[in-house]
């Protein structure tokens, strides 16, 4: 299985920075794409930022100009860099991959356990 570990939410002022990382894992054989969902308190979750095995990287719109995501392939880790906060930025970040086992025919998500970022006004 692939096991994901994050850390770097915590509490921060509106304006402020964070930097989030996660790093995968356990049986993996291969990655295709790493990144970043959050949740808010009675709202879905939508996907933050995610790059891919080819190195494209892809945002939510209203992420754009603020966050930053880079990914390490060689390490298997991903971060998010989150400036000029906002307090919607406020909600539970989740890493996310996509990601082949060494018993698998192709490739399935899974999930971290996520990490609360909050932002104070």
């Known amino acids: 299985q692939v096991q994901l570990v994050e850390s770097g939410g915590g509490l921060v002022q509106a304006g402020g920075s964070l930097r989030l990382s996660c790093a995968a894992s356990?049986?993996?054989?291969?990655?295709?794409?790493m990144g970043w969902y959050r949740q808010a308190p009675g709202k879905q979750r939508e996907m933050v930022a995610f790059s891919t095995s080819s190195g494209d990287t892809r945002y939510t719109e209203s992420v754009k100009g603020r966050f930053t995501i880079s990914r390490d392939s060689a390490k298997n880790t991903v971060d998010l860099q989150m400036n000029s906060l906002k307090a919607e930025d406020t909600a539970v970040y989740f890493c996310?991959?996509?990601?082949?086992?060494?018993?698998?025919?192709?490739?399935?998500?899974?999930w971290g356990q996520g990490t609360q970022v909050t932002v104070s006004s």
């Open positions: 996310h991959v996509m990601a082949r086992t060494t018993t698998s025919t192709s490739a399935r998500g899974y």
């Open positions: 356990g049986s993996i054989f291969s990655i295709n794409a």
